[in-house]
């Protein structure tokens, strides 16, 4: 990929002390890069490989004497202190109770009375500054003339004396050592050293021929409580971007203020999954701004110097996502995600601009998976079938693997595991040749606040939170959505928000349209739909031939007497409490429907969502009791679908094929290249004239394919085998 | 009751032809009182008996010749025309498309312009009233420069030309002959006829004792659809009250004027689940003095024959509800209630007044229970184990049944059973002599948005509405509710409102408040909670030794960071998609609490709700996985807890029993008078020294019970028995 005479495409750690090991895995899996870390250095043999060398770098985490000396230019944010009660007129409040003593301190250099907010919390006032003092040394407010039993809180400015990063592995991984701070480059002064550190640092990494950022500026939001654990995570959070100076600056080119309330937020923090406000997008345009001239600027040192730059897609990523308008700007050319299922890959493979794109995949070679009893295997497999759904209907150029190679080494199982795996890559590539398989139909557009800039992003919907994490610290939503399903089918597919209705409407090569997730969310809209041109823009577009699926809580917003804007479209309501007088009549299901006979009966609708019917017109395919979990409808001349909920499944995710075929107006049948059997996936390269067959189970499955020119094909696949043939 | 020489104490009704048979069960049933219907005589042997005489009459249904002559003084109501869509500029609504043609007319007599509203939906606004032009006599209405897809309703008056009772008569029971219509005695002249019409009725019945009114002016409110099925009902709902003449003495009175979209309110009807604008408050005010004025007259008229009135609980009973404070203004002698259940019962019972008390119980004698191979004596011994739960609570003073007598008796079984209940109750009357049982510890306060006025009313929640219905036209809340566990309990219960905590504070004889229902409803009290001095009250009480008790989604209203706006005293939050950046901590239960240690393991929690815990220290008594079903805490001196839902059970009653004890700081082990055994219920009377031990099961119980005298009494009680001591 990087050099025509050479074959490989992946990228692995090295690992001193076990360099035989590394040159052996480098062969059998086709690797072409090796990633260093700094402290770790490369035997000759593998030097002598002629091959990519990837230097990993966080510059932010790179000066640690220079954080201890600076507090000031350490990263900041708004934290709310955790509400406290009044029961009489005097109350104390302590900031950091509840919160990490080891990752914050309360930010001495700002002045509390110019930066820092007390409300209650209880009549949703702003305390008058008259009525209290902060000492900021001893982390302490003090309120007066508060109103007995009314509750507070202060928005306070935090300065994170760990970073969230280090911290994890000293917590997680058991590392030692020091514990690193990062520093705020948005500090003149610290940047000017931050970038000629850099600059001395690619001087004396003359082996370097890729620098990987990890990554540029600010971390994604974690905060973390009383004991260190996370308490609350935001994986595309801008709330770790604060700073006094940012926030003058800001001031002066928006010509309005962000006041701590902006960023707390009632304790919200600006979730990604909340509908963001006018002036926290513009907070995040400001600090993205930033953020790609900071990057630029390293980039550009790195170029320069005849290296190329990669960027990983994850910790101090705030302001780089690559779905931004501005990413492109910055001269990366490597962007590395970590890839776990479709989901992952199509946020590697879709984002704009013309890089190479590499797939970090999971697990990472580290104790936590890599212990005596494990199968690691078992879960990369899981992982591998995911993604190959995504990889036939996207392309990405590259993969690698991080951690400790000695210990994936104790596992032979998966050793080979990931040869057969890489092999298959390596298939891929070359019968793909980088072209794009055919998609079917007109485009499929999901609908949401965010639109392109947060595109293949898992939302997460509420049963979600309550399954039980096998690691307490993190909750399980990945894979496990509608979006999962739909990373692997063949549909164009594209991101699109409310605002790019509102200006542009919906363009003439979307066939369907969706909205998913949970009401008062960004993922449906939830005030978006409180706009009457978004409403009738959809129902014109549906009426005129358009298809609609709605998932979860759609079009939800209550007014004017509906809670689902679009109810008249879908035939239904939610009760939410404010319609139980409404008679419910017994469902019916329609047997008829061409799509209750494609139906397996393995499909999992997830958790019901007190819909109910309101127009008799509408086919019920599936119910629990009275709870519609599916159905379909017509409105003018288009279509339209309710699904309660569509967690990813083989079988969930065909349905999910044959039901946008049908709202698209498709005939699945006469259709080519598409497949009968659940369980296989089929994709047909046009260029290259090839055909992908994957089997995702670990049985052998046949599957009978129509193709344009051999009319049907009948073929068995092995399990979990990816079969290639030319037609 | 009514005689002290007269032993009976139950109503029923005489039935032509089987003269005898009612005379044989009179006197096995011990009945008193006989009912008769305009048409129906009574032999000689009956009239010999010497009973009382209730006759039914419903004095605005009575006249159908001067309702046939007068259709300008039927009832009328404010319907709103289903919503339709504009797809051009020139809109039609057939305004009675979707409701039932055989039930509604347009209301001709009424000016469109002057009393019709025409609203568009998508954007909330009013339609000007140049744009639309309605003919009344054709039900069309034409909207010009209409939006293309936006949606209009028109909130019209319908004039009702079938009244629901009757109709329901004829659709469910087969009744044929005349469609009954009723008149709206607001219109002076029209109340004129009717009072002097039922001065005529009153001589022309000398034998009548009773005179039964079903009931006086206005029916609650049953839509009808198409198909003339019910498509929205509620029991207490003031929709058809309504009359130019009506709203035209309201403005006069209250200086402002309802406007249609008052009593359509996007379709919500301001059914009773949702909480009353004080607009509706006045209206429904207004009604209540007109209806009470009316009753009062024609009760006089009763009174001044010599003879008692009777009112039943239902029909056209809208304006004379017992809770009113207006209701005692009326000098009704005797309350009739339909009961069902226990909730019936205390709805009967417990109203102030006094009063006779008369249950009306289920089946109803009708084919549609008593057919072959129906077991009517199974499904009233369900309602009589709730029944005689609250009866253990609170005194009634006669029962009776409705019905035709010769069809009951073709079930032997059932004849045997009631003969069974009536001497039980004839034990009740004799042990009791009217006196209370002994109730334990401070009051508890049911806090909604009605209080008193609504006591006692099935609040059903979400998930009930999706129960699967034994017949198509009914949802079944009865007796499933936290409040049917209640009717039972060894408490002072009484209902307050917001407005009560806001005027007089917390009554300090309250020991503990339940705040249950869905979020939204007037049951919870939604807005209300956007008050800060309503959470400052509670949070005070609780403070201060009180007791709370949330079930379902309580005190929940968005604002300052909560959904539950007691989520301080709860310790928790609910999952509504705005936190799901928190990160969820695997649940503990607390297996030493004293109150899981009472618990059976057959209690049932009802449906998950997506609540999750935000303090540590809550104790979780149970859960399923990490959703919450039931857990308490500690406030200041109080105590909270938290239930996601109490169906009722004998398991869930028993616990609710020991939950309220240790909310109320009671210890259940050293209060006498308490059963150990969740299937027996145990009430002491001190006036009388009567112990009753009830078993509500089909099997022999036993029993321990701590007394004040004796120590613990242990006691056998046989299935389904009810056994009396004196103690």
Redesign the interface.
Known sequence: MFNNDKKGYMTLPVESGHEELVLDLYKKWNADALRDSDGTTMSRELENLGSEVYSTICVVRAQQDFADAHPEYLHRKYLMSH?K?A?EKKLTINLLDGYSKDKYEVDTNSDPKLWFEVRN????SIVNIANWEIDTEKGVAIINNA?????YTVSFLARQVWDSVSMYNHLTNGWTGRKIKSLDPYHKECREYLVSWFKKWIIEHPKTTVVRFTTFAFNF?IDSGENN??????WL?YGETVSPEALIDFEKKYGYKMTPEDFVD????N?T??NPSKKYLDWMDFIRDFVVGFSSELVEIAHKAGKRAAMFQGDHWIGTEPFSKKYEQIGIDINIGAVEDGVALRRLSDSPGEMIREARFYPYFFPDVFKEGNNPEGGSMDNWVKIRRALLRSNIHRIGYGGYLSLANKFPNFIEHVSDLSSQFNLYLENTKGTKSKTVGRKVAILNSWGSLRSWLQN????Q?????SR????EFVGSNPMECLSGLPFDIEFISFDDILSNGINSDIGVIINM?????SWTGHEQWGN?EV???L??FV?NGGGFLGIGEPSSYL????FFQLG?ILGLEK????????????LKIDESHILYQSLTGLEDFGK?Q?V?PIDEKISILKSN???INLCVNSY?TGRSSYISNLPFTLENSRFLENLILWLNKSDSKLTPYLSDNPYVDVAFYPETSMLALVNSTNKEQSVKIYTERDGYLKRTIKAYSWDWEKV
Not at 472 to 475: E, G, R, T
């Open positions: 509400p009660t029961t919390r209880t009549n949703s109103i007995p039993y009314n509750e939001v654990q996370d308490i609350y995570r935001d959070g009632n304790g919200y923090y979730a999954y909340k997460a919907v509420k049963d939170r309550f399954h039980i994490p307490p610290d993190i909750m997730g949970d009401s008062m969310t009457p409403i009738s823009t129902r014109e009426s007014k004017d007497g509906r008249d009760e939410t409490g404010l319609t139980m007088g409404r008679v419910a009549m017994p019901d007190d109910y009791g009275q709870q003018g």
